[in-house]
């Protein structure tokens, strides 16, 4: 599990393809403090197991899996990589609770500067609609950032200059591909509405949610509705 705040930007010493899949090396000096054999480091969000260390740098094995569902096959030497260590029990969650596991890849559309922060919009594959929302969280690129608006192509995000100097933001052109992880909540509630819907469908029963009741009524209501995700914000 991770927070979506990069600890360190990592350079790609080399990626070496093989016919299981590949080895990644990469340089890094914070991420391996306490980092043991086995741990897990994100790399662009993908969450990569730890295989060697060998002074300031680390070395990652990638699945097939990996290479052919995120942006690490196509990393080259000298390529620079966002780095976070998996969080410890007890940790401040300051971005939103990330897994690691990357959902689908997205490509930058546009950047422009407006005041003090960057926005970018970023393509919204067909895999994620329905799981970004305005004000919800998103993962790009291991990074966790707050959706401004959402249309049925696309998403946007404004960058303060804080993420931009602490993270590969700061050389986001249009045309780049970047890693994307749904926030894992918005998986659950998803999938506890179409599973709702298609049992109500199974029984017989109308699949349109009732009226939203009065918020007094609303605690006394058993079972998950989607009247009541609205009361609460959903």
């Known amino acids: 599990m991770?927070?979506?705040l990069i600890e360190e930007v990592g350079s790609v010493l080399r990626l070496t393809k093989v016919a299981h899949g590949a080895h990644l090396h990469v340089r890094a000096t914070t991420v391996l403090e306490g980092t043991r054999i086995g741990d897990s480091i994100a790399v662009n969000g993908a969450c990569l197991t730890v295989v060697t260390?060998?002074?300031g740098s680390f070395a990652v094995d990638c699945m097939p899996e990996t290479l052919e569902h995120t942006t690490i096959g196509s990393l080259r030497?000298?390529?620079?990589v966002n780095l976070e260590r998996a969080m410890m029990l007890g940790d401040r969650l300051g971005g939103h609770l990330v897994l690691g596991h990357v959902d689908a890849?997205?490509?930058v559309v546009s950047v422009k500067v407006r005041s003090?922060?960057?926005e970018i919009r970023i393509t919204l594959p067909p895999t994620l609609r329905g799981f970004v929302a305005p004000k919800g969280s998103i993962?790009?690129?291991g990074i966790s950032l707050t959706v401004t608006d959402v249309t049925d192509h696309d998403f946007g995000l404004s960058i303060i200059p804080h993420t931009l100097g602490v993270t590969t933001l700061a050389t986001v052109k249009a045309g780049r591909l970047v890693n994307l992880e749904a926030d894992v909540l918005a998986r659950y509630v998803k999938q506890a509405m179409e599973t709702m819907s298609q049992q109500a469908a199974d029984s017989g029963e109308m699949a349109t949610p009732p009226a939203a009741p009065a918020p007094a009524e609303t605690s006394s209501r058993s079972g998950l509705t989607e009247a009541i995700l609205r009361d609460y914000g959903f």
Do not use: H
């Open 77 to 80: 030497a000298g390529d620079a």
């Open 105 to 107: 890849v997205g490509e």
């Open 116 to 118: 003090n922060a960057w």
């Open 2 to 4: 991770f927070t979506g």
């Open 53 to 55: 260390m060998n002074g």
């Open 139 to 141: 993962t790009v690129d």
